[in-house]
């Protein structure tokens, strides 16, 4: 079955139909990792995008129980180039097309994914529908819609909730949680509570944590910066806080960093960034429209530079108890080259 890929710009792409048969609307968004497709559409982060992926094909792995980022996606859809139908004959495994369609998800593939990558750097943000038609009346549709503000409330936990241990007690603030988060800290013994993106100080502080972590997630800090400002306000020197993707950029803002707006947004597995004292040098997972800008961040001790930007993707401030990572430690999908910075959080609580 044909579709189509409308953008608001006025062109079309023209494509194979899986996954879910429903019209979907949301922020078309390259995806650049070689792998990790589940993980990647299952992130909360790209709550609200329609992901392009990059490689040439996706789906030949399946979908399986280990690699969820979140139970409910909330992609509003995906295109590729070319998609594996079958895959090997497993109880363990489920093909791509018929997760999509459980999650109500639609993708198209035969799609020119070159050119509509080449296409999105040009214009930097564009809103797409994945359609059966692309009419004239598909295109007044898209040119009119307001995309939803504040994706984070959206995707967050709506009650707090425990993953259990023996170790450190740690308050995971939940503005886009990824589970491979809490796969980590459970792996170091961390005792966790997760909490809404708006819990209040007094919820955090009944908890008697050791260390806070502000997560990754799809909003803005504009959005979040009010509920936020306030626990950070009364916890910065007080506990360690670790602050991840959307968390790095409210952390960043609080300590009066000038954030500087990539010329396209980070989204993939292969991003280089070099810790500035030791020179090690990491490829890290990124999703994120920001980073620091280097002349801002003379005062930090460590800091982490992007090296395709030039710009501040991480620092640690062991004085004042911060870590901040633009990046995700665990990758998840990635490379897990930056997985010491839990054990640097844990040493901090510590």
């Known amino acids: 079955m044909k579709r189509y890929l409308i953008l608001e710009d006025g062109s079309s792409y023209a494509g194979e139909a899986i996954g879910a048969s429903i019209i979907s609307t949301g922020e078309l968004a390259i995806q650049t990792g070689n792998f990790g497709y589940q993980e990647a559409l299952t992130d909360p982060t790209n709550a609200g995008k329609i992901l392009v992926f990059t490689t040439p094909m996706i789906g030949g792995n399946g979908i399986n129980a280990i690699d969820y980022e979140s139970i409910n996606p909330s992609v509003k859809g995906i295109i590729a180039n070319d998609v594996a139908l079958n895959i090997s004959d497993s109880d363990n495994f489920q093909d791509l097309d018929s997760f999509l369609q459980e999650k109500k998800i639609p993708a198209i593939y035969h799609v020119d994914t070159r050119a509509l ?11 797409a529908s994945i359609m059966d038609t692309d009419d004239e009346h598909a295109f007044d549709q898209i040119k009119a819609l307001v995309l939803p503000k504040n994706k984070s ?6 009650n707090a909730y425990a993953a ?15 589970h491979s988060l809490l796969r980590e800290l459970s792996l ?14 007094t919820d955090i502080e009944n908890l008697r944590p ?3 972590i502000i997560s990754n997630g799809p909003g803005k ?11 950070l306000t009364y916890f910065y020197r007080q506990l360690p806080i670790w602050g991840v993707g959307l968390g790095f950029l409210v952390l960043s803002d609080f300590l009066n960093f ?3 707006d990539l010329s396209e947004e980070y989204n993939g597995t292969n991003y280089p960034v070099i810790e500035l004292h030791s020179r090690k040098i990491w490829q890290v997972a990124v999703n994120i429209k920001q980073l620091i800008s280097l002349d801002s961040s003379k005062v930090l001790e460590q ?3 992007e090296l395709h930007s030039n710009l501040v993707a991480g620092f640690s401030d062991q004085q004042n108890k911060v870590i901040a990572t633009a990046f995700n430690a665990e990758g998840a999908p990635g490379s897990r080259d930056a997985i010491e910075i839990f054990d640097d959080f844990i040493k901090m609580m510590v």
């Not at 409330?153 to 709506?158: G, I, L, N, R």
Request: hydrophobic share 45%; glycine share 4%; aromatic share 4%.
């Open 221 to 231: 800090v504009a959005e979040v910066k009010t509920e936020l400002t306030p626990i």
């Open 117 to 127: 990558v080449h296409r999105l750097i040009a214009k930097n943000s564009l809103k």
């Open 258 to 260: 000038e954030l500087a």
């Open 303 to 305: 800091q982490y530079l």
């Open 210 to 212: 050791d260390g806070i």
């Open 153 to 158: 409330a959206a995707v967050s936990t709506k």
């Open 188 to 201: 170091r013994q961390i005792n966790v509570t997760v909490l809404p993106w708006n819990a209040s100080v």
């Open 164 to 178: 259990p241990n023996v170790g450190k007690t740690v308050a995971v603030l939940d503005l886009g949680l990824k």
